[in-house]
């Protein structure tokens, strides 16, 4: 419990149990901290976090001291990790689930312990129950938000009193993975369109403590991704038979070099996938085991008599929501065989071991044979159609095919690439996409995997504070997301709502355009965005855009971080309108630019992205990679960012 003012204490006081700790007294600390006397990293790391957020609310920074030193200190205690102190308090870290942790308030006790791991605890792998529990008391006693990477993104209301209010829970994460995969790793052959060194590693850092603080990592290692994507080089001359049937009569790639499809009915490859998974195995193993069988990176394209005398009937709207330049053109839907070819692994592999597969292209709706999964069969959710915004009818559809492989009894995580969409322009989504998650949530969702966080915090911070918030809240709105959002920027909070509903107004009413004119510029949602952002933003667009943001900085008035927050969005609009304004320069759709075109647009550009590159507004290395899919660039820009111009 957060005390503003003596009215609101006096308030507080009488409704709550006496128990409540105060661990800040108006403006002094009256608690410390204390660890193990040799707390592990993630520890370490979580007490720093708890002291650093508590100072940025109340200005008092708390002490942390071993509990060997602490002996003496008078209570009141918070209690940061594995420690003698909370073995004695009865609770025993070994028996807590993978990163779960225990909230206990009372007492003049603060326990905050989780089941932690011994690696950095920036890394997704290493579990951070403890840590976890620090942001769970942050974010519900003091209120503090992540809104985006960076100090400016964290939102601390300001106390002079902090008060931590009774609790005894054990917590355990509901998604056992929750994965934002963080798009750091874009390379461009025109890097100087991108981040200097020192930008790069300055965004990385604050977006991986970013990704931590919503609770980013998973509980156990699990291994998936396309599967046999070197066995056509490592076993095609003596095993042709385990490789797709081409309607030639040849096995193997169509050309060399050539992506290849599996021949999924074969049993001596279903007995040979589980065969090379146990000779990995570790005997002593003790984690999950998890066997990858996720078809390559291609449509299932085996055309022998056995795959297809697996599969079901099409349903009657199997290729509904694909355009004709889709590769799903025309293709047969093989969804049963691969149910098959899974459960056959499945059946094959030890007690308790899970099978992964993705439901993709021309498998990517529910098998119609009648088959049973189970438990034991986990799918990624992975459609190669369906980027935001939909029609309402698509919309439906995508999520009746979640419904309908969760009603084969195999357990299923998200795995789409829906996130890579829109460049760096002002492109919301976060209604639709949160329908989308709860429908999940609501029905079975076991872990997410999505591909990729772009970063482009500035023009899409609704959208990407949506899809982190709702890992930590799976049951919050859409509307109590974003509420919390705007919430940060003061008394512009309403002049801000206004202005990020024009956009996600804006895109949705785009969506036919968008689909269209991608297709006729050939650009790419994920590859070429950049292609077609002239088309999809013009100048006139960001007009009432920009009104809307001076009217929230006139609000904001003399609140100097609401103020900044606006000043934030603002870098980043002026940013996106210029991208667009590039783009109708240098689009490979069109361009007949010329080289000193080329460059003075460019050069516009870079000078922008150098003024700003600290200011976290977005992912330019992940632009770089995008523009040089998109535009007719010319060889300066082959040089590093740090050595332009
Ligand atoms: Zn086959």
Not at 281 to 286: F, S, T, V
């Given at each position: 419990m957060l005390l503003r003012c003596f009215v609101l204490f006096l308030v507080a006081s009488t409704l709550c149990v006496q128990a409540d700790i105060t661990l800040v007294s108006e403006g002094r600390p009256s608690a410390i901290i204390v660890t193990a006397d040799h707390p592990s990293r993630v520890v370490r790391y979580a007490a720093e976090e708890l002291v650093h957020h508590l100072e940025k609310s109340c200005g008092a920074r708390l002490e942390v001291r071993t509990e060997s030193e602490a002996k003496l200190t008078a209570p009141p205690r918070i209690y940061i990790g594995a420690s003698r102190a909370v073995r004695e308090a009865g609770i025993d870290v070994e028996k807590l689930a993978a990163e779960a942790f225990v909230l206990r308030i009372k007492d003049d006790e603060v326990f905050i312990v989780g089941k932690d791991g011994g690696g950095d605890p920036l890394d997704a792998d290493t579990c951070a129950g403890t840590l976890w529990g620090v942001y769970e008391w942050l974010d519900r006693d003091v209120g503090v938000r992540w809104l985006w990477p960076g100090e400016l993104g964290t939102y601390v209301p300001k106390f002079k009193t902090v008060v931590a209010r009774t609790c005894d829970e054990t917590t355990a994460l509901v998604l056992f993975q929750r994965r934002l995969r963080a798009g750091l790793g874009f390379e461009s052959d025109h890097p100087a369109l991108g981040f200097t060194t020192a930008a790069f590693k300055q965004f990385s850092n604050e977006q991986s403590v970013y990704l931590r603080r919503h609770r980013m990592g998973r509980s156990y290692p699990v291994s998936y991704g396309h599967a046999f994507t070197d066995w056509w080089e490592k076993d095609g001359k003596v095993h042709p038979e385990w490789f797709q049937l081409l309607e030639s009569g040849k096995r193997g790639p169509n050309k060399k070099n050539g992506r290849f499809s599996m021949c999924v009915s074969n049993p001596d490859l279903q007995r040979e996938v589980v065969s090379r998974w146990s000779a990995k195995?570790?005997?002593?193993?003790?984690a999950p085991g998890f066997i990858n069988a996720c078809e390559n990176d291609i449509l299932g394209l085996c055309t022998c008599d056995n795959c297809r005398a697996l599969d079901g009937a099409a349903p009657g709207d199997y290729l509904k929501f694909y355009t004709p330049a889709s590769k799903m053109a025309g293709s047969r839907f093989v969804s049963d065989r691969y149910a098959r070819f899974w459960l056959g692994i499945q059946q094959q592999a030890p007690a308790g071991t899970t099978v992964v597969g993705y439901a993709y292209f021309n498998y990517f709706q529910a098998p119609t044979s009648g088959i049973k999964l189970n438990s034991n069969i986990l799918i990624g959710y992975c459609p190669s159609s369906g980027w935001f915004p939909r029609s309402a009818e698509e919309h439906a559809w995508m999520k009746q095919q979640w419904t309908d492989w969760r009603d084969t009894g195999a357990r299923l995580f998200m795995r789409t690439n829906h996130l890579l969409d829109g460049y760096c322009m002002p492109f919301i989504f976060a209604h639709q996409f949160a329908d989308e998650f709860h429908h999940a949530v609501e029905q079975g969702m076991v872990a997410t995997d999505y591909d990729s966080l772009t970063g482009h915090w500035a023009t899409q911070g609704p959208n990407l504070y949506t899809v982190a918030r709702l890992h930590v809240r799976p049951e919050a709105a859409a509307d109590e997301v974003l509420a919390e959002y705007y919430a940060a920027f003061g008394a512009a909070s309403p002049a801000v709502k206004s202005y990020f509903e024009y956009w996600e107004n804006y895109t949705t009413f785009s969506r036919e355009k968008i689909n269209q004119t991608m297709e006729n510029l050939q650009a790419s949602r994920w590859r070429s965005w950049a292609k077609a952002a002239h088309v999809l933003y013009p100048a006139e667009c960001f007009t009432p855009a920009e009104k809307m943001l001076e009217q929230a900085m006139l609000a904001a008035g003399d609140d100097a971080e609401a103020a900044a927050r606006v000043k934030f969005l603002q870098l980043g609009l002026q940013h996106a309108k210029l991208c667009a304004h590039v783009s109708a320069r240098l689009t490979l759709a069109t361009s007949t630019a010329t080289k000193d075109e080329i460059k003075r647009a460019v050069d516009e550009l870079i000078a922008f992205r150098r003024a700003n590159e600290h200011s976290g507004i977005g992912n330019f290395n992940h632009l770089a990679w995008v523009e040089d899919l998109s535009w007719k660039l010319s060889e300066e820009t082959r040089q590093p960012p740090d050595l332009y111009p």
């Open positions: 195995r570790p005997p002593d193993a003790r």
